[in-house]
């Protein structure tokens, strides 16, 4: 790969969407930028939508990602934290979606195993490989940490596919 | 009110969603247009989120409505399946905030007792109430009934809030 790969990683929440913008040149990941959109919990239901598809715009305007990766949501047992992860989820999409990004989706098993290499691995695990693989003076917030560590999965897993299909390029493909 | 209100009424679901336009000059409601989204069941999530965003942002575009309302989803027993819907209604939502549209909700409850007067109603009392209420020759889908039936409930509640509000117009304000 000679250009690289600019990756916004998303890790959604109802009420703190993490994320994390590295550069790929197929070697090691380097890092752009990273933090969180924090909706405001006695907002209404478009209020905190719209903080998070307008915020999502604004980072993919600013920043011009190529790809966007996205952290699988784990399934709650409460219904109704379900479906409000669900709501913030569909929002961030969208606003990938509606800026014409390729959508990449990681489950939090794929993101631990990439970035940590076991899937077991603790919220801090995930923190402190993200700070070491990134070269980081300082640890992020832990949510912003999760959209990082979910744009290296995507890095690092398009490389792998990458290898496999005898170093083809993956840039205008989609993994699955 | 001099002026007629056009309402965008949405059932949001994970494979149909359903929509009805409607213009409420204060007294009766008039059909202008229902209809459906369908996803499609084997596309990927990001495949499945434009078809929503983007349809409803057409629809807006197309019918210029004032006001918009959802129906409240219901909680469903499995998270798979909550998750999904929750995705639904996040890029539903995010099209219509994005539109600076205001953005009502009601629940299931809400639309029935106000449609057919009571919340316990089965979906053909819904459909068949709609067409009484619309004076429709036909009977619309089931999903396009549901979107319809919010967007009426939206325009009788804002009538009573109006009148106990002293004739208030609620064109420009939010209900709750």
């Excluded at 952290?71 to 709501?87: D, H, R, S, Y």
Aim: net charge positive; hydrophobic share 45%; proline share 5%.
């Amino acid at each position: 790969m000679s250009k690289p790969i600019r990756i916004l990683g998303i890790d959604p929440g109802s009420r703190i969407t993490g994320f994390g913008v590295i550069d790929w040149h197929g070697r090691e990941p380097v890092y752009v930028a990273s933090g969180c959109i924090k909706t405001l919990p006695n907002d209404e239901l478009a209020g905190r939508i719209g903080m998070i598809v307008r915020g999502i715009g604004d980072l993919v305007a600013e920043y011009r990602p190529n790809q966007a990766a996205v952290e699988q949501v784990f399934v709650n047992v409460n219904p109704a934290a379900t479906l409000m992860l669900g709501q913030a989820r569909g929002a961030a999409v969208a606003a990938l979606v509606l800026r014409d990004l390729p959508v990449y989706e990681y489950t939090a098993l794929q993101v631990k195993q990439s970035v940590v290499g076991q899937g077991k691995a603790a919220k801090e695990q995930v923190q402190h490989m993200v700070v070491q693989m990134l070269g980081l003076s300082g640890t992020p917030q832990a949510d912003a940490a999760d959209g990082l560590a979910v744009a290296i999965t995507h890095a690092l897993r398009s490389q792998g596919l990458a290898r496999q299909l005898g170093g083809l390029s993956i840039k205008n493909g989609r993994l699955r």
